[in-house]
């Protein structure tokens, strides 16, 4: 099976490796030289531009930003949809608001492609070693094509139905509690630093807690190892939880967490942190109360 990724960063080079590394013909696209030559070291092949792929590909997943990005690499002047073949399946992993994704099924479909709006969950570590959650809605014939590629790379493949903007939906529910979830541990974790906790030691206790939850154990060793190198940015959140809140004003549907938790990453990103660790929302405590954070070794 010939399959295309077009994003290498957190998410796709974990996906491109694992499909190269269990016997699939693979194309990665980046605009980063570091990225493609990660991927040809790991047995793939790699591209600077979407339009410079394989033209008889089966599929590609598209693991971008955000739907300027997938409109970009798809349909604009260095796209790739107008070289796909008839039939071929794009995959669209980014995360957008179900509107954008029905809206991408109409413009491929125009062109004779299939879509699956198939968001996917794991992190860094879960594409890496294949374990993601993928959040699927699309017609049968796309998914019955691309089984072997999601047995490849996720552990969990949930088929929520025919229609896109299904899986779309589920990740945006998925991303107002991540988004959450960190801002509150974050906080705890301020919190406790704040009133002369230890840090490490209450990282330990609340893990073994009934207040823990998967971000805090997640989350807080990147804080407690002074390490903000971005393995999903301030900005995502800055991006994904404003989707959320787009799509509740459209339903008329109060979200006053999300809301919050969206002014806390906004906060981090005008404080100049945007680009780091989703975990360093934490700087805006810090930059409010000056409490000391664990800094990295020497």
Known sequence: ???????????GMGVALNLARKGFAVSGCDLREKARAELVQGGGAAVAKPSELPRDLDA????VVNAAQVEEVLFGPDGCAANLPRGAVVICSATLAPEAARALDRQLGAVGLLMLDAPVSGGFAGAREGTMTVMASGP????????????????KVW????????????????QLLAGVHIATAAEALALGIRAGAEPKTLFEVISSSAGSSWMWQNRVPHILAGDDTPLSAVNIFVKDLGIVLDQARALT???PMASAAHQLFLAA?????????DAFVIRVWQALAGIELPSAPA
């Open 140 to 155: 049968e014939a796309a998914f019955a094509k691309v089984q072997p590629m999601f047995d490849a790379i996720a552990g």
């Open 253 to 255: 549907f109060p979200l």
């Open 60 to 63: 590609v997943i598209v693991l």
């Open 159 to 174: 088929r929520l139905g025919d229609e896109i903007g299904i899986g779309s939906t589920v990740k945006m529910v998925n």
């Open 269 to 277: 990103a005008a404080g100049g942190h945007g680009a780091r660790d």
């Open 1 to 11: 099976m010939k399959v295309g990724v077009i994003g290498l960063g957190t998410m």
